[in-house]
Every structure is written in structure tokens, then in C-alpha cells.
């Protein structure tokens, strides 16, 4: 038996049973046996009308799934009642993208070779989906993932992050009440052996990750040939601030971007790299606004920043943030552990470059402050490290905005607003080690669907 438990006091929510090999085995036979037999694929139609009842569904039980989130993640109350109607919207893009999942005419009659002849293609669905999620979003990750893939016309198996599988399982619980044929969606609550051994067989034709870039990667060059993937890893967000930067947008949109789910988010702020004559200023106001941050139970609705997922990583938090002062770091707030869940949201002032807290993704509250003179050699040293994934520019200067867009390795540069903006229609991941392939609900469709040409000869043409 497993153990779930809120990460905030740490109290039992509930024990589940970790399936093996035999139980994914199972899954595997059902998603694969349904894809085969082609008369028991879900027509567009049908799932139009499944993903509408389950958004309606979806609606009618905002606070049940709200309290889920919250306490089995530890997002407060307030961010998580958003990610519940972020993901009720994410089913609604999905069901409006159906009718996109279309091909288009090939011209013909171009050469000789080629006359007499129409020309066109369709997307079908790709295939058995494996996805496996993370915890830090822990039912909007899954609509991006089950959803997408039900939309697409792919039967789905997902396992949910071991701290949080209970939004997953209530989105099942719902899915099958809005009319999902039995075998389309499978959750699976498996340990990370057993997950390997599903992922990586040959019936899978799409792996979607969320999670550690260790895992991600070894993962997909274990993966069947002929496996399509996509990885969503981590990052450690940059942030170019100008000395034209307007103070009074740009602190709130910091203070969000940096201790939004205690730092927990892949595109967190992390390291701002401020011109050096306003550096102290942004780093001792930033300070201010965290210090003033309520920490506490996520299931309170005044809390604004809530406990890490596990103790082990207040531990880890703790000792990066004692590293970076012991070699220079000035720490203008927090630095401490609340309890053994929680740590303080932390500002650190030109840490090391070298230290973890520069080098690492943070995952934590904790937002770092470097001064700069030159802002070409503050792109190099955002750019330098081997994640990327978002960034983010504050000026009111046009031309410096576009510079630091195109001179920055991010796959989405924000300009005049936080590392961590997103919305679930856009495109969304990492490059380089960060990640591979993108999300974002229409692009995940797409890319869990494939493209077919049929080509008719005919005398009438």
C-alpha cells in the first residue's frame, strides 16, 4: 500500500495500492484491442457530445475538485479553484479543435507523371497513448494529457504523479459518467519500474512526460521504434529588467511569477537580472512584497503560498539557499524553514553564479537578483545554462524588448510580464534539455494525431 498525504501537516488522506506489471499488462491489452478494431473508435461526433457533458460535469463540482487539488498538492485554495476552471476551459479548446483535425488537397497534374490524379490527406488518430504526469498541476495536467488524447480519437492509459493521483481519478470517475466507452481512459497507479515497462512497449505510439528531465530522458531512449514523444522538463527562468522598467506592473508580476505554488512550476522566476542602477531597489522592494506573503494551509483562502510537495525538498531548498549565502549571496528575506513542510519566500541579492541557486532549478520560493552593466552579457549568462524553457523582458523601450526576444533561448519570451505566464491554447514547452515537442491543447491534439494520403486515379480527371 501507498501512502497519500497532504503536504502541508502531513496527515493521511488515504492508501492505495500500487499496481505491477501484470495490472499494465491489462491496460496495454484493452487500449491496444480497442485501436485495432476500428469499429469501435469513438466517431467525432461522439466525442464532441462526451467532452461537453464532461465539461458541464466539470462545472457543476468547481469546489470538489478545488478542495482535491489543493490538498493532495498543496496549492493554495484560491490558485487552485483556478486551475480547476483553467482545465474545464481546457476541455472546451479540445472539443472546439475536433473539427480541426483535418488534412487538405495535394495538387496533382503538376508534371505528366502526375496527371489524372486527386490528391488529399486526413489525420487519424495516432495510436495507444501513454502519458505520466507530474504533481505541481495535478488535474489540469491530466486534461492536457487524457483529453487531449480522448479529442484526438487515442485510447489513453495515464499514471498520475504518486503524491497527487486523486484529481486524475476523479476526471476518470467523470469521464466515464459523461459516456466514455469502458478502455478509452485507464488510469494507472503504478511505481516508476512498472511505468518504464508500459511506456516503453511497442503498442505504445505516443508518450506524453511531464516530470524530471533524468526520468524524461532516459525514458524516451528506452522507447519502441516508432514511439512518438513529447517531454515537458524544468527550467530556470530568466528575466532581463531595464532601468526604464515600470516598478509598479513589474514587482506584482514578479512577486507572482517567482512563489506561484511555492516556486513549484517549471517557468518560475528564478533568476532576474536587473540593470545595476536600479538592481538594489527591485531586490529590496521584491524582498518587502515576499516578506509580507501568508504561508500556510492551502485549504485556507487567505494563504497565498503553500507547503513544498515533500519535506525532502524544504531539506534540499534549505541547503541551497545556505550554500548560496555562505559564498556570497546577500539574503534580504526569508532563508528559513517554517516547519517541514514549509520554507519562507526568499529573495537572494548577486549569488555566486556558480552555486546551485544559479545553476539549478530552484523549485522552491526562492527568487535570486543579479545586477548587470551589460545587458548582452546578462543574455549570455541567462542563456548559459542547459534548460530553457520561458523568459522574460521588462522596458518600455521597443527596440530593447525585440533585442532581448531574439537574443534569448526560450522557446516563449514574455515581455513586460512574468516567466510563468500561460494559457492553455497557446504553444507551451521546453528546448534543448528542457524538453522535447510541444504542448498547449490544440498541439497536443495535433501531434496525437497522423497524417494519411490517398491518391485517386481516375480517366474522368
Known amino acids: ?64 475538485l478545488t478542495k482535491t487539488a489543493a490538498q ?57 497513448v501513454a502519458s505520466v504526469s507530474a504533481f505541481n498541476h495535478p488535474l489540469n495536467l491530466i486534461v492536457h494529457q487524457v483529453i487531449t488524447a480522448i479529442a484526438a480519437g487515442c485510447p489513453v492509459i495515464i499514471k498520475p504523479a504518486t503524491t497527487t493521483p486523486f484529481s486524475c481519478f476523479a476526471l476518470f470517475e467523470i469521464l466515464k459518467e459523461a459516456g466514455l466507452p469502458d478502455g ?5 497507479f503504478c511505481d516508476r ?3 518504464e515497462f508500459l511506456v516503453t512497449d511497442k503498442r505504445i505510439n505516443y508518450f506524453s512526460f511531464i516530470g524530471s528531465a533524468n526520468v524524461g530522458w532516459y525514458l524516451r531512449s528506452k522507447l519502441a521504434p516508432g514511439t512518438r514523444c513529447a517531454l515537458e522538463h524544468g527550467g530556470a527562468a530568466p528575466v532581463i529588467v531595464e532601468k526604464d522598467a515600470d ?29 545595476k542602477s536600479i538592481c538594489e531597489s527591485l531586490a529590496n522592494q521584491l524582498a518587502e512584497m515576499a516578506s509580507n506573503l501568508v504561508v500556510g494551509d492551502p485549504l485556507d483562502e487567505k494563504t497565498e503560498v503553500g507547503p513544498l510537495i515533500l519535506p525532502k525538498e524544504v531539506d534540499r531548498v534549505e541547503e541551497w539557499v545556505n550554500e548560496a549565502v555562505k559564498l556570497g549571496a546577500k539574503l534580504l528575506c526569508g532563508g528559513k524553514r517554517i516547519s517541514e513542510t514549509c520554507y519562507e519566500p526568499t529573495v537572494l541579492l548577486n549569488p555566486p553564479l556558480d552555486v546551485k541557486v544559479s545553476t539549478a532549478e530552484i523549485f522552491g520560493p526562492v527568487v535570486c537578483v543579479y545586477a548587470y552593466s551589460d545587458r548582452d552579457k546578462a543574455i549570455e549568462i541567462a542563456n ?21 526576444v531574439k537574443k534569448l533561448n526560450a522557446t516563449a519570451v514574455m515581455v513586460n510580464d512574468h516567466t ?3 494559457v492553455d491554447w497557446m504553444p507551451f514547452g521546453g528546448r534543448d534539455s528542457s524538453g522535447i515537442g510541444m504542448g498547449g491543447i490544440q498541439y497536443s491534439m495535433h501531434e496525437m494525431t497522423r497524417e494519411k494520403l490517398m491518391v485517386i486515379k481516375s480517366n474522368l480527371l
Not at 492505495?16 to 499488462?25: D, H, M, N, S, Y
Not at 506584482?252 to 528564478?270: D, E, F, I, R
Request: hydrophobic share 40%.
Open 247 to 275: 516598478f509598479d506592473s513589474m514587482l506584482p508580476a514578479l512577486l507572482k511569477g517567482g512563489y506561484y505554488h511555492a516556486g513549484q512550476v517549471c517557468v518560475s522566476v528564478q533568476r532576474v537580472f536587473a540593470y
Open 420 to 422: 510563468a505566464f500561460r
Open 184 to 188: 478509452w481512459c485507464q488510469p494507472i
Open 193 to 195: 519500474e512498472t511505468a
Open 72 to 128: 493532495e498538492g498543496g496549492k493554495p485554495y484560491t490558485d487552485s479553484k483556478v486551475e480547476v476552471l483553467r482545465a474545464i476551459n481546457g476541455v472546451k479548446i479540445a472539443t472546439e479543435h475536433i473539427g480541426q483535425l483535418k488534412g487538405g488537397q495535394v495538387p496533382m497534374g503538376l508534371t505528366k507523371a502526375s496527371e489524372g490524379r486527386l490528391a488529399f490527406t486526413t489525420r487519424e488518430p495516432i495510436g495507444v
Open 1 to 64: 500500500m501507498h501512502k497519500i498525504v497532504s503536504p502541508f501537516d502531513l496527515t493521511l488522506i488515504k492508501e492505495i495500492t500500487l499496481v505491477g506489471k501484470t495490472e499494465a499488462e491489462k491496460a496495454l491489452t484493452t487500449a491496444y484491442s480497442l485501436f485495432q478494431d476500428q469499429s469501435k473508435w469513438i466517431p467525432a461526433y461522439e466525442r464532441i457530445a462526451i467532452l461537453e457533458r464532461t465539461a458541464e460535469i466539470m462545472k457543476s463540482r468547481i469546489d470538489e
Open 384 to 404: 548559459s545554462l542547459d534548460v530553457h524553457f520561458q523568459a522574460s523582458v521588462f522596458t518600455k523601450d521597443l527596440d530593447i524588448a525585440l533585442d532581448c
